[in-house]
């Protein structure tokens, strides 16, 4: 799958910019990539798809088979089903065996938890019916039911969904109960990694203004990814101070906490409110200017000036961010050549790329020129956290 960088320009609810028009928003799923994607378009947003990881399904593997003849042979007391592709798969996988009806009489004997509506669908469309379902989708809330009736001596299966349960299974054991782990899909890193390493490389260069994980192996991968490359620091420093970090929840977000990478995550854990949290939140990060009679807000591959999104060639985008930094103050001709990507050493591309700039902001008086010294974003009196524009 090739990663590419997709835009939507539509008007948000009441015309205006739409709240994430002019951000680049990083996806890392492999599953629903395309929906998420096309909510996160929706909002304005340009958004880079990498997905760090492919689904393995595992209808030959030994240990599943001996599992599902361990289950039919001896049933057990309570089966958990964690996602909806890995119980399907995990019947299907049955079928191919000859003990699809066999499997499906003993899950219908036994109490089924299903974590979640799309769980629940999994397992009614196979004929059978949930004993309970948690309104949250989480598995702690499946944890706490299952520890408040009491496991101890009883038989619970559940079925893994791409990565161990550790925390999980160990309580339960810890509670008495013997645990059977049913592995019917695994994560494996993306037969083509380019798409991975372009991801890292726009978030290491700040390019992406936030990144989106849905599942906690997704997260990890995508570090080890950096570490492969020498780049976990640099990964690490991005997603700590410049780069947000929305997790669809707080499972999720447990490779990367540990790390210390502050990350942001929905109360409803589904990418619908994965995207509202994105929406609202990244828009927030971004400090209104008061400059030269205009209301600028500098975001990540454009600006928003008086109501209106302003594209800026990347070029510009690192002069404006220059200037940014300390707005009103003057910023020398050389340092803003340094801030230009692969300038060289000849100033007058400084000169060249400001006139660019000030024509996408449509408002030239945006940036004063300070003869032979440089220039600063005019800010107004108000605006200012300094002396004067002029001070050294």
């Not at 299974?169 to 899909?185: F, H």
């Not at 490359?229 to 990367?256: E, F, K, Q, S």
């Not at 509202?276 to 000036?305: C, D, M």
């Not at 400001?354 to 005019?378: D, H």
Request: aromatic share 4%; glycine share 10%.
């Amino acid at each position: 799958m090739q990663a590419q960088a997709t835009r939507n320009s539509d008007p948000g609810p009441g015309g205006g910019v739409p709240p994430l028009a002019g951000f680049t928003v990083g996806v890392t799923a492999a599953r629903r990539a395309d929906e998420l994607a096309a909510l996160l378009e929706r909002r304005g947003a340009v958004v880079l798809r990498a997905p760090v990881l492919r689904i393995v399904p595992l209808p030959d593997d030994t240990e599943l088979l001996e599992t599902t003849r361990r289950l039919v042979a001896d049933a057990p007391d309570i089966v958990v089903a964690t996602t909806a592709i890995g119980f399907r798969g995990w019947i299907e996988a049955a079928d191919g065996w000859g003990l699809g009806e066999a499997l499906l009489r003993r899950l219908g004997a036994v109490e089924l938890l299903a974590r979640g509506p799309k769980v629940r669908g999994a397992v009614r469309a196979a004929g059978l019916r949930e004993a309970w379902s948690p309104a949250s989708e989480s598995m702690a809330e499946v944890l706490e039911r299952l520890l408040e009736q009491g496991v101890e001596g009883r038989t619970v299966a559940v079925q893994l969904h791409g990565e161990p349960l550790p925390g999980f299974i160990e309580s339960l054991r810890a509670a008495g109960a013997t645990v059977v782990a049913v592995p019917v899909y695994r994560w494996m890193p993306p037969e083509d990694l380019g798409p991975v390493d372009r991801l890292l490389d726009a978030v290491l260069s700040r390019s992406v203004d936030a990144l989106s994980f849905t599942s906690a192996p997704a997260a990890a991968s995508f570090l080890d990814r950096a570490r492969q490359r020498g780049r976990c620091d640099a990964l690490l420093a991005a997603l700590r101070h410049d780069v947000m970090t929305a997790c669809v929840g707080p499972v999720t977000a447990l490779p990367l906490q540990g790390h210390d990478v502050p990350t942001r995550h929905p109360e409803r854990f589904r990418l619908g409110p994965l995207v509202q949290l994105i929406a609202s939140e990244l828009p927030g990060r971004v400090r209104p200017l008061p400059v030269a009679g205009h209301h600028v807000e500098i975001r990540g591959h454009a600006v928003v000036v008086d109501g209106t999104l302003r594209p800026v060639p990347p070029a510009g985008m690192a002069l404006l961010r220059a200037l940014a930094r300390r707005p009103g103050w003057v910023v020398a001709r050389g340092d803003l050549l340094r801030a230009l990507p692969g300038s060289g050493r000849d100033e007058h591309a400084v000169e060249t790329a400001m006139a660019r700039l000030r024509t996408a902001l449509g408002a030239p008086q945006l940036i004063q020129t300070v003869v032979k010294r440089g220039y600063r974003l005019s800010l107004d009196s108000g605006g200012r956290g300094h002396s004067g524009p002029d001070t050294p």
